[in-house]
C-alpha cells in the first residue's frame, strides 16, 4: 500500500505550558511521552500509535517536519530509492532517533519543507480498545477530537520568477509517493497556473494541501471530527476557552468539509474538520477552481476574500 | 492500489417498475441505462461512473453478483493469476459484456457468491461536476444517497460440520483481493469461530461484510449518507414513501455506523449508513465483538437480539 | 398566565441507591436535596428552580403526582374556585409541605390521577448562571438532559362502559386549567372517541399527555434536549449504562419530537425527547390522527403498532 | 392570554420580482396574496395563518410596521385602554383595512416604530395540514423555513443626551403589553444603561429583540429553524444563490441560538435561527451581558467586535 496516512508533526511552541494545555483541553488530545529535549508527544483519542503531535520549544512558533506512515518497513528501503532516482536527497535515520518510532526516511519537499517516512511506532491502542469497543470514550475532554487528519503547507509561488512550488510539491508526491490528486485552484491566464493542490493517500478528500504564499510555511494542521454537530460544539469550547478564532464554522466547498480555523498559543494555526465529505479514489475527476470561484472554494457560505488567511501563517 | 472500492451490485427484482420506483424516489438514485434484457442500470449523485446498481427483472429477489472496481485494467490479469492460484476458477467476460462497463474477471467466492473485478466503467461525472462544485446538487429526489457504500453476504456457518464460509471468504480476500479486516465477530469456545467479518479496501471502516447463516444469500447493500441527521431525514422520507423499515435509526457498534435497514419492494436488504466513523488502516487494531457483545456490536442501543436481522434475508 | 409548566414530579422507587444513580449517571441530573423521610430532590442543568423530580422509596414504582407552577401564588386561589365549581375537591397544603415549595393546591384529576399547583419554590438559578452565561454548563455528566419537559398519564379508556378519562381529563383541564389541546388521537366509528390527547401551557407541543389503557398509571416522564444528535448521545450513553431501552431513537409524528424511550431501574419509563417540534399556540389547528394512522403517529418512521408500548406502564 | 406572538412584518422593497425570488426561492416562502397596491403577502410552510410578510414597493429598504396577534378580539380593546392610558396614541383600523385580517390596533412604540395588534387573520392551515400531518411537507423550496419567529429594532440611544429608547421599549411591553425579559445587555458605569432587550410572550427565548443604534430602524427579521444542521443547509443554499451572507453559520450567546445573517435583495437584514435555546418564562432569572461580554453575547464563538453588525441596518 505504501504511504497510509500522516503520521504526526512536528511543531515549535513558544510556551510549552500554555501549548500543551491548547492541545489537552481545547482539542483533548493526551499527553504519552516526554523525551530528553523536553519534546512533548501527544495523541487523539481514536489513534492507536503512540503520538500524532511533537511540541518542541523553541523561540518561534511553525512547523519542523511532517512525518508519514508507510504500511511496511521494507516501503521506506523503495521510496528512498524512487526519491534520490527523482534527483533529491534523503537520509535514512536509524530506529530510535525518536523514542517508540523505527527508522524514518527524511528529505526535503521542492517546496523546502522536511518530510520523513517511518513504518513503525508503538501501537498503544485507541481509547475504547478493540475489544467490543464503545464508539467513543468517557471522560472526554474539551473538543475530542478524533485523530491528526493532515496539514497544509504554504509554498512559494511566484509566477512573475517562474516559481510554482506547489506544482513542484504535486509532481513529486505523485510520482515518488504514489499520492493523488483530488482537487485544485488554477489561476492566471487559460487557468494555468495550479495555485493550491490537495492530495490523498487515504481515500478522504485530502492528507496534505499545498497553499501558495510569498515563502515556505505552515498554514494548518488539522484534526477530525465527525459531524457539523461537533464543529458548534467545538466552537463553544474554544469560546469557553477563549481561543483566538480565525474563521466561524463554515463550509469548504473544497473537500465540502465542515471546518473552524483557530490558533494555538503560540499562533500555530488548528482546524477541526468535519465529514468525510466524498469517498476520495484514483479515479474520481479532479475538482478544479478557477480563480473568480476560490474563495466560494475555500469559504464556501460567504464565498469571500478573506485576506488573513493567506497571509498569516507560521 | 488495486481494488478501490465497490463498483456495482447486480440485483433481482420481482417488481421491475415498484423497483425503479424504489431506488429513484427513496433513495434519489438516477437511472442511467437500460438494456435489452430489461436490465435497469441506476447511480448515485456522488459517484462519477455510470452506475452501481443493475436491476434485473427476476421472479426471486437476491444478488446476481457483485462488482469491485480496479485501480488499473492490467490489474484484472494479475489478479486472475492469483486467484487461479489459490484453486479459484476465473473466467474474464470481454469487454461489452455489459454496456459502458470493460472486461471482467468473474469467480466464484468460497462462500458460493459470485464476484467480478472490472477497471474501466463509462464516467460521466458526479451531479455535482468537477469544476466549482457544490456541495450537493439541486433537484435531490428522497433520501438522495451518496453513493453504494458496500454489501454484506450471509455465508454458511456450521459449525459443527466442520463448515465456516465467513472465515473461508476472509482468507481468501486477504490473500487473493488484499482486503483487510477490520472487525468480527467471534464465538464459540474460546472465541474460535469466526462469525462474522468485516474487511475494507478504501480506508472506511467496511467495503464487504460476511455475516453467518444457513445457506448463502444477501443480507443487504448499503447506501452511504453523510450523517445521522441524514438519517433522520431518511427515516421521514421512508416513512413518507411507506416503505418497509426493518430497523428504525440506531447506531452500529461495529463501524460506528449511523444506520436504518428497509427493504425494497421484492424484499431485498437496504441500509442507509452514515458517518466515516474512523480512518480504516492495514495497521489498526482489528476490533473483535464476542458472542455475548455481538447484538450490542451490531445493535448499539439495546444491545438485544433481533432474530429477524439474522433470519430474514434474500 | 396561569400555568407555566410542569414543576416536579413525585415518583415511587423501589432501590433509591440504584435510582438516584440512573437519573445522576445517566440523566446527567443532580441532587439538591433530601428530606427525613428518605425522599431524594434532583434537578436538571437548565432548570432554576430547587428540584423537578422527587424519588420517594417504596415497594412498587409509579407515580404520587405531578406538580404545575403557576405565575402568581394569587393564581393557585383563583384556580381553587374554578375547581372546586367544576365539583372536583381540593385541599391547600401549606407552605413548608414540602421544603423550599410554597403553599401546594392539590386535587385529582378526572383519571385519578393526583395534581398539584404552585407557585414557589426556591430558585437556585441554572448551572450556567444568568450572568454572561455559557450556552451550556462544564462538566455535565451522562446524558445532560436540559429540565423536565412533561408527562404521559395513562387514562381509563372503555368505550363499552362509557368511561372515557382521557377526554374527561381534556375536558377539566381546558375549562379549568386553561391548557390548549395540540394533538389528539381518535377511534372508534367517526373517530368519536378522543384516545389520546396533548395539552400545553408553553408554547412548546405538550406539557401533558394522556394515553387510554385499562387503569390509571404513569406513561413516561419526559426530558429535554435539544436535537437529534443529543438524542444519538443519549442513546450511545444508555448504551454504556447498559440501561434497558424501550425503543431506540425515532421520530414521533405527534409533535415531530425525536424520542427515546427507556425505564428506570425501577421500571419508571422515561423519555429523552428533542426539539421544538413546532410553535404551540391556542390559535394553532389542532392535529388529529386517526385510528389507522396512530401507530405512525406515536412512531413515525416504522409506523407499526408496538403493543409494549401501550401495555407497559407503572 | 393577550399576545400570542409575531404575525406580520410589512417591509419595503425596492425591487418587487428579486424580493418575491429571494423570499420564495431562497427563504422558501409562498405568495399567497397580493393587493391592488402591489404588495405581496408571503408565508411559510409550518404557519397557518395567511401570510407572515408584507413586501411593499417603495424606493428605500426598511421596515412599514410589525404586527403581533392577540388571542381573542376583545384582546384588542383591552389592550387600547392600557396604552392610551401609557400615554400613547392608539387608532383602530377597520377590518379589511388589510384584506384577509381583522380589526388593526395602530401605535408607536416609544422608539418610534409603528406596531399593530390584531387577532385574526384567515387561516388556511400549513402545508402539512393537520389530519395525520408528516413532520415536514415535499416539495419544500430553498432553505425551507418554518415561521418567522421574531423581529429586531434598531432603537435610539443617546446616554448624553439622556435617551434610552430600549430601556422605554421595554418598560412600555412589559406594563402595557405583558412581556416579558429574557436577556439584555447592559453598559456604562455600574451597568447602568439598558442597551439592548430581548423580550418573548411564547415561551422560548424572543419574539422581540431592541438594539442600540443613533436612529431608529429595523435591525433585521428572523426565520426559525429546527437545528444547527439546518443553519448549514441553509448557508449553502444561501451559496448557492449568491446571497449576500452577512455573519456565516455561528452561535449567539444571547438565546443560545445558532444563526446565520444575510441581506434581501434591498437590504433588509435577514436572519435564520435555530433552536429553542431554553425555554423561557416568567419566573426565568433574566440573562445579563456586560459590556466587555458583549459581543460573546452576540457572537459567542469569536466573541469580537463586528461593528457592520450594529452599523449596517435600514
Chains 1, 2, 3, 4 share one sequence.
Not at 218 to 233: E, T
Request: glycine share 8%.
Amino acid at each position: 500500500m505504501g504511504i497510509m496516512r500522516i503520521g504526526h508533526v512536528s511543531l515549535r511552541v513558544m510556551d510549552m505550558a500554555a501549548a500543551v494545555k491548547h492541545y489537552e483541553n481545547v482539542l483533548g488530545m493526551k499527553k504519552t511521552m516526554e523525551d530528553e529535549q523536553g519534546n512533548v508527544y501527544l495523541k487523539c483519542w481514536d489513534e492507536w500509535d503512540k503520538y500524532s503531535l511533537i511540541l518542541t520549544p523553541s523561540d518561534r512558533a511553525g512547523l519542523n517536519y511532517v512525518a508519514y506512515k508507510t504500511e511496511h518497513d521494507i516501503d521506506l528501503d523503495a521510496f528512498q530509492k524512487r526519491i534520490e532516482a527523482y534527483g533529491i536527497a534523503t537520509k535514512m535515520l536509524p530506529e530510535g532517533t525518536l523514542q517508540s518510532t523505527g527508522r524514518m526516511l527524511q528529505f526535503m519537499l521542492p517546496s523546502g519543507h522536511e518530510m520523513r517516512l517511518f513504518a513503525m511506532k508503538e501501537c498503544v491502542g485507541t481509547e475504547v480498545g478493540s475489544s467490543n469497543p464503545d464508539p467513543w470514550p468517557d471522560n472526554l475532554k474539551g473538543v475530542g477530537v478524533k485523530w491528526l487528519d493532515h496539514l497544509a503547507l504554504v509554498c512559494e509561488l511566484n509566477p512573475e520568477a517562474g516559481v510554482n512550488r506547489v506544482a513542484e510539491n504535486v509532481k513529486f508526491l505523485k510520482e515518488c509517493l504514489d499520492f493523488y490528486l483530488s482537487e485544485q485552484i488554477v489561476v492566471g491566464p487559460g487557468g494555468a497556473i495550479q495555485a493550491a493542490a490537495f492530495m490523498f493517500r487515504a481515500t478522504k478528500p485530502h492528507d496534505i494541501a499545498f497553499l501558495p504564499g510569498p515563502k515556505a510555511g505552515l498554514h494548518h494542521i488539522s484534526f477530525f471530527l465527525d459531524s457539523w454537530h461537533d464543529i458548534l460544539k467545538a466552537g463553544d469550547i474554544m469560546a469557553k476557552n477563549k481561543v483566538k478564532i480565525d474563521l466561524a464554522p463554515t463550509r469548504h466547498g473544497i473537500t465540502r468539509g465542515e471546518t473552524i480555523y483557530f490558533f494555538d498559543p503560540s499562533g500555530n494555526r488548528n482546524e477541526t474538520f468535519a465529514g468525510l465529505g466524498y469517498l476520495a479514489q484514483p479515479d474520481r475527476p479532479v475538482n478544479t477552481w478557477s480563480e473568480e470561484n476560490m474563495w466560494r472554494g475555500i469559504f464556501y457560505h460567504t464565498g469571500e476574500a478573506y485576506p488573513a488567511f493567506s497571509e498569516v501563517y507560521t
